[in-house]
């Protein structure tokens, strides 16, 4: 088979890297990817918001299936188009990945199907949600409503952090997706990411993580798109994912299909759980970014297989076995990073800090210059490793990044400390 794989970041190169590993592919294009990409596919310069040149590169290539990485694609349509020029494609249509795309869309999905998800307001002007926030008063939640990189979202511990919260996302800090704001009750628990393929009816459970949204160690300072993650995540156990099946992912697969927008693809569920059980905090129409580095370190079955029968609706007929060690991913960002990453700066000890056959490094904000890697983003690598434990896992990937030359970057030095603690 021939798969054209969408994006660059280190989501895309630790996939990249999973399907190349499939006996069934015949050749893997990347667009655009990036350097760390290279070594399992081809990178091609394609304007992925042009979707007519992407259905293009389709025909000319011969491109059996289209795997689509980001978010911001799916909600654009680029399914739709691949889907109406019969190309397959792994990845949901633009109105079923309104589930990520707008907050108040799930909202109201949850309402009407009695999906258990914290008390909500949706407003499209300031003054209205502020009279709501002294009105339910603090810890409270402040969302835009639409795409914003992972970070349009506050927890307020005060009501004056809230209404700054708020007037940034109406003085167009996010751009459009600011436009309407969702303010959520605050819910108490323990948070962990739960992912599902599903094809539309069927829904497979892929694999448990937590992620570190803050910037700093002891979950400090301002919300990132994620400094690391591990898997699984010990705090889902068997009892607390098949209620969120029965109760979540379920009601969700069946709500969708109702309103002529069945959803094909992976769905994550942010989840919280709380004394009353699972509640879902929000939903991702794609792999997590950097959950999916330690998901395809502990995934066993071909995973080219595994989206063929999600996209051909055999999702019921495949099973996903997964390796019994634990995946644990450390994120390197640029200094500066997630306000204004320092860009330019060379990379140099990759090579030792692969040679561990427990580590692997996924490329996320790279970039070649003269022949030198140099960092391009604000989270830049993925330093991924597995072992017997999650603690054993953490001090593989600790020697790995504690190898690699980059003055210039940073990492969190405590990325899965819960299961750590709760293995000590």
């Given at each position: 088979?021939?798969?054209?794989?969408?994006?660059?970041?280190?989501?895309?190169?630790?996939?990249?890297?999973?399907?190349?590993?499939?006996?069934?592919?015949?050749?893997?294009?990347?667009?655009?990817?990036?350097?760390?990409?290279?070594?399992?596919?081809?990178?091609?310069?394609?304007?992925?918001?042009?979707?007519?040149?992407?259905?293009?590169?389709?025909?000319?290539k011969g491109v059996d299936l289209v795997v689509v990485g980001p978010e911001a694609p799916l909600v654009a349509g680029l399914a739709d188009a691949l889907n109406a020029a019969d190309i397959r494609v792994f990845g949901p249509s633009a109105a079923a990945?309104?589930?990520?795309?707008?907050?108040?869309?799930?909202?109201?999905?949850?309402?009407?199907?009695?999906?258990?998800?914290?008390?909500?307001?949706?407003?499209?002007?300031?003054?209205?949600?502020?009279?709501?926030?002294?009105?339910?008063?603090?810890?409270?939640?402040?969302?835009?409503?639409?795409?914003?990189?992972?970070?349009g979202v506050t927890v307020a511990m005060t009501e004056d952090e809230a209404i700054a919260a708020i007037d940034e996302c109406f003085d167009g800090s996010f751009g459009e997706a600011g436009a309407s704001v969702v303010v959520e009750e605050f819910l108490?628990?323990?948070?962990?990411?739960?992912?599902?393929?599903?094809?539309?009816?069927?829904?497979?459970?892929?694999?448990?993580?937590?992620?570190?949204?803050?910037?700093?160690?002891?979950?400090?300072?301002?919300?990132?798109?994620?400094?690391?993650?591990?898997?699984?995540?010990?705090?889902?156990?068997?009892?607390?994912?098949?209620?969120?099946?029965?109760?979540?992912?379920?009601?969700?697969?069946?709500?969708?299909?109702?309103?002529?927008?069945?959803?094909?693809?992976?769905?994550?569920?942010?989840?919280?759980?709380?004394?009353?059980?699972?509640?879902?905090?929000?939903?991702?129409?794609?792999?997590?970014?950097?959950?999916?580095?330690?998901?395809?370190?502990r995934l066993k079955e071909d995973l080219l297989a595994l989206l063929n029968a999600a996209v051909d609706g055999q999702l019921a007929h495949v099973s996903a076995r997964w390796r019994d060690e634990a995946a644990l991913t450390v994120v390197l960002a640029?200094?500066?990073?997630?306000?204004?990453?320092?860009?330019?700066?060379?990379?140099?000890?990759?090579?030792?800090?692969?040679?561990?056959?427990?580590?692997?490094?996924?490329?996320?904000?790279?970039?070649?210059?003269?022949?030198?890697?140099?960092?391009?983003?604000?989270?830049?690598?993925?330093?991924?490793?597995?072992?017997?434990?999650?603690?054993?896992?953490?001090?593989?990937?600790?020697?790995?990044?504690?190898?690699?030359?980059?003055?210039?970057?940073?990492?969190?030095?405590?990325?899965?400390?819960?299961?750590?603690?709760?293995?000590?």
């Open positions: 088979m021939n798969v054209l794989l969408i994006g660059s970041g280190g989501r895309e190169h630790a996939l990249a890297w999973k399907l190349a590993a499939s006996p069934v592919l015949t050749k893997l294009y990347a667009a655009p990817g990036n350097p760390g990409m290279t070594q399992d596919a081809e990178c091609v310069a394609l304007d992925v918001s042009d979707h007519d040149a992407v259905v293009a590169f389709c025909r000319e990945a309104r589930l990520e795309g707008s907050k108040s869309f799930t909202k109201e999905l949850c309402d009407r199907y009695g999906i258990p998800t914290a008390a909500y307001g949706r407003f499209e002007n300031a003054l209205a949600a502020r009279a709501y926030v002294r009105e339910q008063g603090a810890p409270i939640v402040i969302k835009a409503d639409g795409l914003a990189a992972g970070k108490e628990g323990e948070e962990a990411s739960f992912f599902c393929l599903c094809d539309g009816a069927a829904a497979l459970p892929f694999g448990t993580a937590q992620d570190h949204k803050r910037v700093g160690d002891g979950d400090t300072g301002p919300n990132t798109g994620g400094m690391g993650a591990y898997s699984p995540a010990p705090v889902l156990d068997e009892a607390i994912l098949a209620r969120t099946m029965a109760e979540i992912i379920e009601p969700t697969l069946k709500g969708m299909a109702e309103m002529g927008a069945p959803f094909t693809g992976v769905l994550y569920a942010g989840l919280m759980l709380t004394k009353d059980g699972p509640k879902l905090i929000e939903y991702n129409v794609r792999f997590g970014d950097p959950e999916c580095q330690v998901l395809m370190m640029a200094n500066g990073y997630p306000a204004s990453p320092e860009k330019g700066t060379a990379i140099r000890g990759l090579e030792a800090a692969a040679a561990d056959e427990n580590v692997e490094i996924f490329h996320a904000g790279t970039a070649l210059k003269d022949g030198i890697l140099v960092a391009n983003g604000g989270r830049v690598l993925n330093v991924t490793a597995l072992g017997a434990s999650v603690t054993e896992a953490q001090q593989n990937a600790y020697r790995a990044v504690d190898l690699i030359d980059w003055p210039e970057g940073f990492c969190r030095r405590d990325i899965g400390w819960r299961a750590v603690e709760r293995e000590g």
